[in-house]
């Protein structure tokens, strides 16, 4: 889940009470993956009591009342909202968070790949590192 808590209002109290629904699957490392189908938080505020109702949630475990759709993976056919989910920097695949892998390029900043094209690119790059230390164009004086 990302790091950003939504369930939190800045104009309402910390909840007094918070229901979930959830799912909870294994992936193919036997890692557990819990995704929130729905959310109940339960406010105190002036004498009364507030329920906030969330209806959905994307599979990065994004509400799907606060952010638009992003995409569907090609490993896991999860949807992700459109800030977390993104496509492989070489083949375009579409990704979810849990299925990319990230390597920065040469601005420093990330770019998003498939574990194959993240296979490739790490081999390219120890490659790259290895034949640049070896001497093989260079001229020597005589």
């Known amino acids: 889940m990302p790091e950003q ?4 209002d800045p104009r ?3 909840p007094v009470r918070r229901d979930f629904v959830r799912t909870v699957k294994r ?6 993956i819990v995704t929130d189908i729905t959310a109940k938080l339960v406010y105190l505020s002036d004498g009364s009591i ?4 969330l209806g959905g949630f994307y599979g990065c475990g994004c509400p799907t009342t606060l952010k ?4 569907s993976c090609f490993e896991c056919h999860a949807v992700s909202c459109a800030e977390c989910g993104g496509r492989c920097s070489q083949c375009l695949k579409p990704l979810c968070l849990q299925h990319s892998f990230f390597l920065p390029d040469a601005a420093e900043q990330s770019l998003r790949f498939c574990r ?9 790059r120890l490659i790259g590192k290895i ?5 093989f164009g260079s ?3 005589t």
């Open 5 to 8: 808590d939504f369930f939190e």
């Open 12 to 14: 309402r109290p910390t």
């Open 27 to 32: 992936d193919g490392q036997d890692n557990l």
């Open 50 to 53: 507030d329920t906030t109702e």
């Open 68 to 71: 638009p759709v992003g995409n």
């Open 116 to 124: 194959r094209c993240y296979q490739d690119e790490k081999r390219g």
């Open 131 to 135: 034949f640049g230390l070896l001497p």
């Open 139 to 141: 001229k020597r004086s």
